[in-house]
């Protein structure tokens, strides 16, 4: 008999990492149309670091975040996380018949926290994410950037320690991700959050990660870490920034050589 695989979540007891990943396998469908998505990854998250997920489209980055999340359920291994987990994706996914405010609130209401508290709170995060003169719009009354600060917004609501973010900015301008970067790694030095952050963009990674995780083509393991030892804030076109980001690609495009062949 195979024993059953032990997936420990949020669990109460005091860790080290805000974030452990212990020999964890995640297989889609069965049989000969089955796919291998990671194999036998292995990841420590500190708690109040910033780690970036990078790899070839389809190499398990997004699977290995919903995991983390709880959302999909291991094949085999263990992940712990100590505190809460907030979530983040591509796409705002907003309410659209509730105002920002509302939008915020919500992420609060499932928690149960008084209407009182809740809307002082969704006004303060609101703030935070220079969006409180905004509060009563519906999201189509507000751009791409706004709505992401929205969401960003709603995120932080969950009162999350561990905020898992799945390409936030990838469908924004150049001009409008980078604002974002600036906005967001002051949220993030404020608060003290641990975030995982899946991007295909590895100078993205370099302005924003404190390490950089790199995994195989699928299945997806961990292949490569880069510690990213910059001053903050970082420009994204410093000569430094621009030495780390071509390690990355070089051992990038080495992996994908590996794979292809």
């Known amino acids: 008999m195979t024993a059953q695989p032990l997936q420990l979540v949020a669990e109460e007891h005091s860790t080290a990492a805000a974030v452990a990943v212990r020999d964890v396998s995640k297989t889609y469908g069965d049989g000969h149309s089955s796919i291998r998505a990671l194999e036998e990854v292995s990841l420590d998250i500190g708690k109040g670091e910033?780690?970036?997920?990078?790899?070839?489209?389809?190499?398990?980055?997004?699977?290995?975040?919903?995991?983390?999340?709880?959302?999909?359920?291991l094949d085999q291994?263990?992940?712990?996380?100590?505190?809460?987990?907030?979530?983040?994706?591509?796409?705002?996914?907003l309410f659209p018949w509730l105002t920002v405010e509302r939008n915020v609130d919500a992420a609060m209401r499932?928690?149960?926290v008084s209407k009182d508290r809740r809307r002082a709170r969704a006004f303060e995060l609101l703030r935070m994410v220079h969006l409180d003169e905004f509060a009563t719009r519906r999201p189509h009354e507000l751009s791409g950037g706004m709505q992401q600060r929205a969401a960003l917004a709603r995120a932080l609501a969950q009162d999350a320690d561990i905020l898992l973010m799945d390409e936030p900015f990838g469908a924004l301008d150049a001009m409008?991700?980078?604002?974002?970067?600036?906005?967001?790694?002051?949220?993030?030095?404020?608060?003290?959050?641990t975030v995982v952050f899946v991007t295909h963009d590895v100078r993205e990674a370099v302005r924003?990660?404190?390490r950089?995780?790199?995994?195989?083509?699928?299945?997806?393991?961990?292949?490569?870490?880069?510690?990213?030892?910059?001053?903050?804030?970082?420009?994204?076109?410093?000569?430094?920034?621009?030495?780390?980001?071509?390690?990355v690609i070089t051992r990038l495009r080495?992996?994908?050589?590996?794979?292809g062949h």
Request: charged fraction near 25%; proline fraction near 3%.
């Open 176 to 193: 409008t991700r980078t604002v974002l970067h600036d906005e967001f790694e002051r949220i993030w030095s404020a608060t003290g959050l």
């Open 208 to 210: 924003l990660g404190d």
């Open 50 to 73: 910033f780690v970036c997920l990078l790899g070839a489209s389809g190499c398990g980055k997004s699977t290995l975040l919903n995991l983390i999340a709880g959302v999909y359920h």
């Open 77 to 93: 291994g263990t992940i712990c996380t100590d505190g809460r987990v907030g979530l983040m994706f591509q796409e705002p996914a």
């Open 254 to 259: 080495a992996e994908v050589r590996r794979h």
């Open 212 to 247: 950089i995780v790199l995994l195989s083509s699928r299945p997806g393991r961990v292949v490569d870490e880069f510690a990213v030892d910059l001053a903050r804030p970082r420009d994204m076109e410093s000569a430094e920034v621009a030495a780390i980001t071509g390690k």
């Open 110 to 112: 499932f928690r149960k």
